[in-house]
């Protein structure tokens, strides 16, 4: 069996013979910057969509881990593992998108979460839903939230969704912590029964740190109300991350008429946020995911009416933009996830080899006749200067006689060069005037020693 090497070795003299080595070696060049480059693109851009993604959500039986569940669902089917890490609430997925160490991908953070921070290498892909801030409440109906002044108020622990947001709306109505009202910071698992018991007069709950289940119960709970913010045009206009919203009488329940009439809640929306360095690929299934889970009517929400383009506290990314004005790429909304993201990465490699080799092969000619010129040109630079020397007195016998023997050696150099047919002229053209130059010198010898010197 014949080794690679010698299989090699007959390939490059046959393509030697064909063509030439110059050009052989010219094009080979090209070809070989064509490829490094090619091989540059493929292994250091970002060109193939990852394969898996890591969301930092909300505690386990919030709306946010829920629907990051719906979002795993989602990705799955297009072959996407989707990683849920339960959070405390929207301020740690903040706090763990800014951290590049945490490895989370994307999460779910409130309006009006970033404060005056600048988080640059964060971006949104638009908002996705509204989260109502709710207000549980024992004894008389209550109108205003100055009516809760020297009340004990459970705000919820430092750092969750509705502390800060509650904080602000008691500050506006003249509540503030360390006067004689007590605001309780504690997480309670049962905040019904903190009520029930006369332990805490209200709580503020949202749906980014509190489980779904534990707000149902509260709104069945007839020893409790929901607090209705009837001054909801105010506090939107007032605090600009809030949303003015209706929950209809019997919404929940019809049968129970459940709540027993309309409760105007305010709230901010949810963004989906995301590190910059998330794949557009990715960018364009995780708003299909969202558009899936989140585009139907809701009790609070209209059809359609998310996710939305709507610029709060990040940049909308600019491959969210082009989502909302054009839907998916082409390559993949026309393919199934996995083969668009094997034609990225072929495209990734063929199109810096056809960008590069266009332009190279037309000066390939020229370098390949540039290469052959200067075999015969530079044999031109040492006769000329063999001429000078020919021409610099004194000249005697035995100085003429060395010069022959140099052109001598120019000529035998000469013959050994081998040349393409279609640059034959350049050939004997320069065997010629070593001829004219030689008989310059053998002319100026006396007539016994017109032989070439041996």
């Not at 004689?180 to 049962?190: G, P, Q, R």
């Not at 946020?273 to 889970?293: G, I, N, Y």
């Not at 969210?320 to 026309?334: C, E, V, W």
Request: charged content about 20%; proline content about 6%.
């Amino acid at each position: 069996m014949t080794s690679p090497k010698i299989l090699l070795t007959r390939a490059w003299g046959r393509l030697n013979v064909l063509f030439g080595r110059g050009l052989v070696i010219s094009v080979g060049s090209i070809l070989i910057v064509c490829l490094a480059v090619s091989a540059g693109a493929f292994l250091f851009l970002n060109t193939a969509a990852p394969r898996s993604l890591t969301i930092s959500s909300g505690p386990a039986g919030s709306t946010f881990h829920r629907t990051a569940e719906k979002y795993q669902k989602i990705l799955a089917r297009e072959g996407v593992k989707l990683k849920i890490l339960p959070s405390d609430g929207s301020p740690e997925n903040l706090r763990r998108l800014a951290d590049a160490k945490a490895g989370v991908d994307i999460g779910f953070v409130l309006g009006g979460a970033a404060g005056d921070k600048d988080f640059d290498q964060l971006m949104s892909l638009g908002s996705v839903s509204y989260q109502p801030l709710m207000v549980f409440y024992r004894g008389e109906k209550r109108e205003l939230l100055s009516q809760f002044k020297g009340k004990r108020l459970n705000v919820g622990p430092a750092g969750s969704g509705p502390h800060a947001l509650a904080l602000a709306l008691l500050k506006a109505n003249g509540i503030v912590p360390g006067a004689d009202t007590i605001l309780d910071e504690t997480d309670f698992d049962d905040p019904g029964k903190e009520l029930r018991e006369g332990r805490v007069d209200a709580v503020f709950l949202m749906g980014d740190s509190t489980a779904s289940s534990v707000m149902r119960k509260l709104i069945r709970d007839g020893s409790v109300r929901l607090f209705s913010f009837v001054q909801t045009d105010a506090y939107v206009r007032r605090v600009k991350v809030l949303n003015k919203l209706l929950l209809p009488r019997g919404g929940l329940d019809l049968g129970q008429d459940l709540p027993p009439e309309d409760v105007y809640l305010v709230g901010p929306t949810v963004q989906l946020v995301a590190r910059e360095s998330l794949h557009p690929a990715l960018s364009d299934l995780l708003l299909e995911a969202a558009r899936e889970v989140h585009g139907s009517a809701g009790l609070l929400r209209k059809r359609g009416e998310f996710p939305a383009a709507q610029e709060g506290d990040f940049r909308i990314s600019a491959d969210a933009t082009r989502y909302y004005a054009s839907g998916k790429s082409f390559l993949y909304g026309t393919f199934p996830f996995w083969l668009a993201s094997l034609i990225a990465r072929v495209l990734a490699f063929l199109v810096p080899v056809v960008l590069l080799l266009l332009p190279a092969l037309k000066f390939a000619p020229m370098i390949y006749r540039w290469r052959i010129e200067s075999r015969i040109y530079r044999w031109y630079q040492v006769l000329l200067e063999l001429e000078r020397e020919a021409f610099k007195p004194p000249m005697d016998a035995a100085r003429r006689g060395e010069l022959l023997r140099q052109l001598d050696h120019i000529e035998t150099a000469v013959n050994r060069i081998v040349i393409p047919a279609s640059f034959g002229d350049l050939f004997y053209g320069l065997r010629g005037h070593i001829n004219f130059v030689r008989q310059s010198l053998l002319a100026h010898l006396p007539p016994d020693q017109t032989d070439t010197p041996a």
